[in-house]
């Protein structure tokens, strides 16, 4: 490939240009090797004859100079490498807008189209599973009775209160129970819901928002439905 300004006659010219183009972009306030190097000639040459520099001093303060010149190399590759990564993490972040995602909550969205589902880990089967319903107040508007279970066990509900009224769309508590030994027992929930929207946070990494009920860390996802 041809470039242009190199006269083709001088084979030297393409890397005198690289040099040129290195030179005019270097940072003023930068401290190279050859100017490290410049100024530990000139300690050397008005040092104290009666009292000159060890050889293990010299060494010392070059290796010093390289290490550090190291690290700084090293930091600038590690925030590199950690903006590519989070591009890449945006990147892909993105293709879960649209989808569902299932994270721990008892907190859940309904909508007129999809009602409202989530997941209950029934740790100990039971006979008489049951999932209730709450709305903003506090109020029980529809109780599921969902009969035996164990394990892990998937519920949707369709918006209609206990007295078949369609409820309005919104976010709404709900809460898992059962028989275990003959008490009453509680079980961990999670819920099904839409990702609306990513982002990034340079604390949490990717974050996920969910429509209606909030963001949450996508590491708290279980599973992308």
């Keep these: 490939m041809a470039v242009s300004g190199v006269n083709d006659n001088n084979p030297y010219a393409f890397l005198n240009s690289n040099r040129s183009s290195e030179e005019t972009k270097k940072d003023p306030g930068t401290l190279g090797m050859e ?11 008005y040092q104290d004859p009666m009292n000159p520099m060890e050889n293990g001093d010299f060494l010392g303060q070059i290796a010093s100079f390289a290490q550090v010149t190291g690290l700084s190399d090293l930091q600038d590759s590690f925030s590199t490498f950690s903006n590519s990564m989070q591009s890449n993490q945006a990147l892909q972040g993105s293709s879960l807008v649209g989808r569902k995602v299932l994270l721990p909550s008892s907190i859940g969205n309904l909508t007129a189209t999809d009602g409202m589902s989530g997941r209950i880990n029934v740790a100990d089967p039971v006979t008489d599973l049951k999932v209730n319903i709450y709305d903003e107040a506090g109020v029980v508007v529809r109780t599921i009775e969902m009969g035996a279970a164990s394990g892990y066990t998937d519920f949707t509900w369709d918006g209609f209160d206990d ?7 919104g976010v709404y508590q709900f809460k898992a129970s059962g028989t275990v ?5 509680a079980f961990a929930t999670g819920v099904m819901a839409q990702v ?17 009920i909030g963001s949450a860390s996508f590491s708290e996802v279980v599973e992308i439905l």
């Design 35 to 45: 100017d490290f190097m410049s100024l530990m000639t000139t300690q050397l040459k």
């Design 163 to 169: 007295n078949g009224e369609a409820l309005p769309e």
């Design 181 to 185: 030994d003959g008490s009453n027992t």
């Design 196 to 212: 609306s929207s990513v982002s990034i946070s340079s604390t949490d990494g990717l974050i996920v928002n969910l429509a209606g």
